[in-house]
């Protein structure tokens, strides 16, 4: 079956524009996460959310931040005012459930601010 | 607050040479831990879970092993196919769903 899709792939942005990044989970999850991976990193956490419930967005780094999942499967990660310290690719991840299940993640979104 | 350290960073093994990954944990109540591979410029791909101490899993030429305070990734007989970045991650308890991955082992197999 299809798996997580994330647009678009690639993004270059000036510092101080504002981007938004799409997530498609897999059908029928409940729970997605969205996550950044800085060169030569392990993936960090930002937010998730159950249904269309966020439940947690304590890995956010700043309040130019924002994710959002109105209808409880595609999800937007906003980022207000980029700043060059924001490129990173921002991985989706969509599981089951919550709680000891395996996320899938997609493909992710290089962001470079120039 | 949950940490995961993985040794080494780098590994460089020859077609056939059999070779193991660590991971630390530190974890207030283990949920679960995972074995993700990365290649460039994908995401991760789900390879294992495990929940409790004593605990394996098993495929094809990867068996993972967990106790209370590590995890193995054995590699037996590796391919050049196998070259890839190899990431652990825990969920805990107490910090809902989220995982904590450690910063990887990046592994080449030479033919």
């Known amino acids: 079956g299809a798996g997580v899709s994330q647009s678009p792939r690639y993004k270059v942005a000036k510092r101080g524009q504002d981007v938004a990044l799409r997530c498609d989970p897999i059908s029928g999850h409940v729970s997605l996460f969205w996550y950044q991976q800085a060169l030569g990193q392990g993936p960090e956490f930002l937010t998730y959310?159950?249904?269309?419930?966020?439940?947690?967005k304590s890995g956010l780094p700043s309040d130019r931040f924002f994710a959002e999942r109105p209808e409880g499967s595609v999800s937007t990660l906003k980022i207000q005012r980029t700043q060059q310290e924001d490129s990173a690719v921002y991985l989706c991840?969509?599981?089951?459930?919550?709680?000891?299940?395996?996320?899938?993640f997609g493909p992710g979104t290089r962001l470079t601010v120039t | 607050e949950d940490q995961v350290t993985q040794s080494p960073e780098a590994l460089r093994l020859q077609e056939g040479e059999s070779s193991s990954l660590n991971c630390s944990y530190t974890?207030?109540?283990?949920?679960?831990l995972f074995w993700y591979r990365q290649d460039p410029g994908k995401g991760p791909e789900f390879l294992f879970t495990?929940?409790?101490a004593g605990e394996e899993k098993e495929k094809e030429r990867l068996k993972a092993t967990l106790t209370k305070k590590e995890s193995f990734l054995h590699i037996t007989a590796p391919k050049p196919e196998d070259s890839a970045t190899y990431l652990c991650?825990?969920?805990?308890?107490?910090?809902?769903?989220?995982?904590?991955f450690g910063e990887g082992t990046q592994l080449t197999v030479n033919p």
């Open positions: 495990l929940y409790s």
């Open positions: 959310f159950q249904n269309e419930a966020q439940l947690d």
């Open positions: 991650a825990v969920q805990d308890g107490t910090s809902g769903s989220r995982l904590t």
């Open positions: 991840a969509s599981s089951r459930s919550s709680g000891g299940y395996e996320q899938y």
């Open positions: 974890v207030s109540g283990l949920r679960g």
